[in-house]
């Protein structure tokens, strides 16, 4: 509104100033008066320019209304007098005319801007979209040159906006099996889906998948867009899935093998007990017979794992802390870890009760324990912890210092009568992770061969 007001002053300034010069300049100095004519048309023209055509046509009549008076005055009522009037046609006419122009243009500067608006609010639109997905999408353009990137990509990848510009290969030249299949799918020119890669973002390791898919322009190809999602938890389910599959078959097979074999092993026990009375002077049979008594031991003990894998939960939960079911097993286990010279250390915060199957928790956290045990036999250090997470989940680990497992063997502790020990039955861990299944928790494993093993349990 200031900015209007200013400009109408303006014009009038401009005319009356004119003005002045016509009626105080000498009547007979006819070229300056020329002169001051044409200086008329510059406030029209600013008029119609700012105003359109409502303002040029309003200046020409009131420039026409100030230049009449002066021209009759100083020409008098002769003949060219109306000759000389004519000029306030040329007013009118180009005020109409500038604010006839002035208008059209402006109506295709405000159509354009409305269509510039329109593009600016779609892509808008668009960027949101795209921001909101947390799946990576990335726009790469002909010469391997970064376009786009949205918040998802960022994420997952662990990239700034700094890639933004920036050539593909150079930005992520940590990873160069996905630098790989850029390569191919640009140079192929064609879709690439359902690539699986790992990837290492913060010392951890990260599963991705990856779709790659020409980017096609006015029937030209300008570069390729990829999609990239993070898999890692999706993979870990399948795999829990998978493991829970085999554990259900096993449980169900090993329930009938354990009824099957615990009859004969008892007539077998029974018939060794009975030869060993009468054959107790002969040393030769009884050290055979000794033989027998200690491997039906070993499969009753074997057997007994068996049951104790095989046998429903009986969910017997109540209100429990954590941390006192961890301190009721250490009381169990202080003998058996301070014998193998091991040194339990427990570090715990504050952690509400939950509701949990106790016997089951002290069962799972024994069989840890002592495999801990186990994997120091020149003793060392057990640190348990708890630790409190979002949405009512809590986190025990059980950390040990001992020899570690090799990532061929980590991904097998789990399957039921695998066992690197001399005498294992290969059904401990097995248990345990039916436990925390029982209790819908997760159970994560990480080993380093040499350093050692944590177990990281979520309920």
Not at 48 to 66: D, E, M, Q, Y
Not at 245 to 260: C, P
Not at 386 to 403: H, W
Not at 427 to 447: A, C, F, M, T
Request: some cysteine; proline content about 2%.
């Amino acid at each position: 509104m200031k900015k209007k007001i200013a400009n109408i002053l303006l014009i009038i300034i401009m005319i009356a100033i004119i003005s002045i010069l016509h009626f105080t300049s000498e009547t007979t100095n006819l070229t300056l008066h020329q002169f001051y004519k044409f200086l008329y048309f510059i406030p029209v023209i600013f008029a119609a320019i700012k105003f359109g055509f409502r303002g040029g046509t309003v200046t020409a009549l009131l420039i026409s209304i100030i230049y009449s008076p002066q021209k009759l005055l100083s020409i008098g009522l002769r003949g060219e007098a109306l000759s000389e009037l004519m000029d306030i046609f040329l007013f009118f006419a180009v005020g109409i005319v500038t604010g006839i122009l002035v208008e059209k243009k402006n109506l295709a500067v405000q159509a354009i801007d409305n269509q510039l608006r329109k593009y600016v609010i779609l892509e808008n639109y668009t960027n949101s979209v795209l921001e909101s997905i947390k799946i990576g999408i990335i726009a790469i353009n002909n010469d391997f040159y970064i376009t786009s990137i949205n918040t998802g990509a960022k994420n997952i990848l662990g990239v700034t906006n700094d890639c933004i510009g920036m050539n593909f290969v150079e930005a992520f030249s940590c990873c160069e099996d996905i630098e790989s299949i850029i390569i191919k799918a640009m140079n192929d020119s064609s879709a690439l889906v359902n690539l699986e890669r790992n990837l290492l973002k913060d010392k951890k390791e990260v599963n991705i998948k990856i779709d790659t898919f020409p980017l096609s322009l006015e029937n030209k190809n300008k570069g390729l867009v990829i999609i990239i999602e993070d898999i890692t938890e999706i993979k870990k389910i399948k795999i829990q899935m998978h493991r829970n599959d085999k554990l259900a078959s096993v449980g169900e097979l090993a329930t009938g093998i354990a009824h099957e074999i615990r009859n004969p092993l008892a007539i077998i026990k029974m018939i060794e007990q009975t030869m060993s009375k009468e054959l107790e002077n002969n040393k030769i049979a009884l050290g055979e017979l000794k033989i027998i008594d200690e491997e039906v031991e070993r499969a009753n003990k074997v057997i007994k794992s068996l049951m104790e894998f095989s046998k429903p939960s009986k969910k017997e939960k109540d209100k429990f802390s954590i941390n006192q079911i961890i301190e009721d097993v250490l009381v169990i286990t202080n003998k058996y870890t301070s014998q193998h010279m091991v040194n339990v250390n427990l570090i715990k915060t504050e952690i509400c009760e939950g509701v949990f199957d106790r016997e089951q928790l002290i069962q799972a956290f024994v069989n840890l324990i002592f495999n801990a045990v186990d994997a120091m036999p020149q003793g060392g250090e057990i640190t348990i912890s708890t630790q409190n997470l979002p949405d009512n989940k809590i986190r025990i680990t059980f950390e040990d210092t001992g020899q570690g497992i090799d990532d061929i063997n980590l991904n097998k502790i789990f399957d039921p009568f695998f066992t690197t020990k001399a005498e294992g039955t290969g059904l401990g861990l097995p248990i345990v992770y039916r436990i925390i299944e029982d209790h819908e928790g997760l159970i994560n494993v990480k080993s380093i061969v040499g350093k050692g093993t944590i177990f990281e349990l979520i309920l």
